[in-house]
């Protein structure tokens, strides 16, 4: 079985600051891990994935996150929060690469201060 | 390429009524797989059909089915709705397991 834990339903930082979203997960296997981002009255969209390629993923819109076995870690960051982050951002975990059925954390909503 | 379309977007049902959700999944793709959001429960995975079989399940009654044609189409079937059903029914899909999941702008299922 696996789970996945987000540390903070809201994050609040300043434009131009930088973005932590933490996330931690139990796997009984090798896990494939998500960050997924979603607007308001949107679906999901993917902004990276890790497969075990490589264990600091890049994603999209300047969004990165780094693995960390002996932490059970997937932090999501971003060096300079811009006013178009603010969203619901989740996290999730497959253990078979997600077709199989992603588990989801409770979603971290991201707050920008002007 | 278009993305993944849902249909309908917004309906209301009344209690202990049924409802189908349909989703046309990205071309190319055979596998679908249905998600129910909610503000208590989160997001949690429903099913996914893969080749017009069932490959994985989530923990939900039997109210809630699902089906999946020969162009990879699929539609859910919820039915003898409950409150509790209220809920985004998001559909997402993929190539293949270990490919990248994508996901549709979701179906709001008010019951009332």
């Known amino acids: 079985a696996q789970s996945v834990t987000q540390l903070g339903s809201h994050v609040s930082v300043s434009e131009g600051a930088l973005v932590l979203l933490r996330c931690n997960y139990s796997?009984?296997?090798?896990?494939?891990l998500f960050w997924y981002v979603q607007y308001p009255n949107q679906g999901l969209q993917l902004l990276l994935k890790?497969?075990?390629?490589?264990?600091l993923v890049k994603g999209i819109n300047g969004f990165e996150a780094e693995f960390k076995k002996s932490e059970t870690s997937f932090h999501l960051t971003k060096p300079s929060a811009h006013m178009s982050d603010a969203a619901e951002y989740f996290c999730?975990?497959?253990?078979?690469?997600?077709?199989?059925?992603?588990?989801f954390g409770k979603g971290t909503h991201l707050i920008i201060q002007p | 390429k278009a993305g993944v379309t849902q249909t309908p977007r917004y309906l209301i049902k009344t209690r202990g009524q049924q409802v189908t959700l349909s989703c046309s999944p990205i071309?190319?793709?055979?596998?679908v797989s249905w998600y129910q959001q909610t503000p208590g429960q989160g997001l949690q995975f429903l099913f996914e059909?893969?080749?017009?079989?069932?490959?994985n399940k989530g923990n939900f009654p039997g109210r809630f089915s699902g089906r999946q044609f020969s162009n990879s189409r699929s539609e859910m079937n919820v039915s003898t709705l409950e409150l509790g059903d209220s809920a985004l029914y998001l559909c997402?899909?993929?190539?293949?397991?270990?490919?990248?999941?994508?996901f549709g702008e979701g179906s709001w299922l008010t019951v009332v």
């Open positions: 997402a899909s993929s190539e293949d397991v270990g490919n990248t999941i994508y």
């Open positions: 796997s009984s296997v090798p896990p494939y």
């Open positions: 059909y893969f080749s017009e079989t069932q490959r």
């Open positions: 890790y497969t075990s390629a490589a264990t």
């Open positions: 999730a975990v497959s253990p078979g690469g997600g077709a199989d059925g992603l588990t």
């Open positions: 071309s190319g793709h055979r596998s």
